[in-house]
């Protein structure tokens, strides 16, 4: 089973296309990096893998599930430190040091 996959994703804010026909896999066990220019997608793509942004087109799996149907289920079995730090709203001050 495939730690991340997206097929032919597209996503953006309003009429800004971000995401344009995104595809990835990551195998589990695998470490990959999004390398990149500032405004080039990497944290829409992660947002569209956390369930957060909905993405216009395309399919998301993450650990084999929907990230929208699962979101409580995908966002407690990883982890995304962005650069402006944020809790979920269902999270406790302990959750956060776990």
């Known amino acids: 089973m495939s730690a991340i996959t997206l097929a032919c994703v597209?996503?953006?804010?309003?009429?800004?296309?971000v995401l344009r026909g995104a595809t990835l896999e990551v195998p589990e066990g695998c470490v990959t990096a999004?390398?990149?220019?500032?405004?080039?997608?990497k944290t829409t793509l992660l947002r569209v893998c956390l369930g957060v942004v909905r993405p216009r087109r395309g399919a998301v799996r993450i650990l084999g599930r929907d990230p929208f149907q699962d979101a409580r289920e995908v966002r407690t079995r990883i982890g995304f430190v962005p650069d402006r730090p944020d809790a979920y709203g269902w999270m406790r001050v302990g959750d956060l040091a776990r």
Do not use: H, M
């Not at 597209?10 to 296309?17: L, M, P, S, T, V």
């Open 34 to 41: 999004l390398l990149g220019e500032n405004g080039a997608g």
């Open 10 to 17: 597209e996503a953006g804010y309003g009429r800004k296309d």
